[in-house]
């Protein structure tokens, strides 16, 4: 029976998570802008993310910046969020569903 070693964490990468407070990815902190783009290269490497997103890290970027402004999930953000001459919109599924949700309407 063999035994298959786990790869372990770098201590760069636990001194980021460590050092960032709560964790919070986001533009407030180096620690946090880098946590981002680490995120972000991961979403743009797959094949679940919509075309704009693949292979594009800065849309990633934005897209992680607007879920958590939001308080949404990455992924929830990417598949509803469109650009029209230069600027987001969201879809209307996501309206009616984020309106209905809210309890207010």
């Not at 919070?24 to 979403?43: E, N, P």
Request: hydrophobic share 45%; glycine share 8%; net charge neutral.
């Amino acid at each position: 029976m063999s035994v298959v070693a786990q790869p372990q964490p770098s201590a760069t990468v636990e001194a980021e998570v460590e050092s960032s407070p709560n964790g919070v990815i986001g533009f407030g902190t180096s620690q946090g802008f880098a946590m981002m783009q680490r995120v972000a290269s991961a979403l743009s490497k797959s094949t679940l993310v919509p075309k704009a997103y693949q292979g594009n890290l800065p849309n990633c970027i934005v897209a992680l910046n607007m879920a958590n402004r939001i308080g949404a999930d990455p992924l929830m953000v990417m598949q509803n969020l469109y650009v029209v001459h230069g600027n987001p919109s969201w879809s209307s599924q996501f309206l009616i569903a984020t309106f209905n949700s809210c309890g207010r309407f």
